[in-house]
């Protein structure tokens, strides 16, 4: 009977063990369906995250663009704004140039050593009007040399102010509050 006892105590712990796994089998499903239904909850919480990530990108990317076109145009017009200073700049040097030019021939004419050589005036009042038309010449080369100087300012000025409201937008974009009416000046 002993045999009987052991091969029944085998089968019924057999049966509890197969019960216990059933059990757990069952609690481990209902365990599944919440784990299921907590990462349905998850994916779709990182689905719109991901949403609106790519929302944020194509918005930067805009922003970037009219960034990008802004900085395109601004350049274009330092660009020839730089051209047009170097062209004044080269006409000054012309008019100096042709001051000096006149001064030199003031001077060989009014020596007294080479104006007699050189004379190409037939009288004194020949040679005061001559020299009047200079002078008058000298005095509409200054005038146009300063106001030449004064568009070169004014000019800069514009320039420096343009300046300054790139690098106040270029604070502002790195601070996060950038606004293309900023650049503008509006």
Do not use: C, W
């Not at 944020?56 to 009219?66: D, G, I, Q, V, W």
């Not at 040679?127 to 568009?151: G, N, V």
């Amino acid at each position: 009977m002993d045999d009987i006892t052991e091969k029944q105590v085998k089968d019924q712990l057999n049966q509890a063990k197969q019960l216990s796994l059933e059990e757990q089998n069952l609690i481990d499903t209902e365990t599944n369906d919440e784990e299921d239904k907590q990462s349905l909850q998850s994916l779709e919480k990182i689905q719109e995250i991901f949403a609106k990530t790519e929302t944020m990108k194509e918005l930067a990317k805009e922003k970037n663009k009219e960034l990008e076109e802004q900085f395109k145009d601004l350049k274009h017009k330092l660009n020839s704004s730089s051209e047009y200073l170097q062209r004044i700049k080269n006409n000054i040097e012309n008019i100096k140039f042709s001051y000096q030019k006149n001064i030199i021939d003031l001077h060989k004419h009014l020596d007294p050593a080479t104006a007699a050589e050189n004379s190409q005036f037939e009288s004194q009042d020949a040679m005061k009007s001559y020299i009047e038309d200079i002078r008058k010449k000298i005095e509409d080369l200054q005038t146009r040399s300063t106001a030449q100087e004064e568009e070169k300012r004014n000019q800069a000025d514009s320039y420096e102010k343009a300046f300054d409201r790139i690098v106040s937008s270029l604070q502002d974009i790195e601070k996060g509050a950038y606004s293309s009416k900023n650049l503008l000046g509006e």
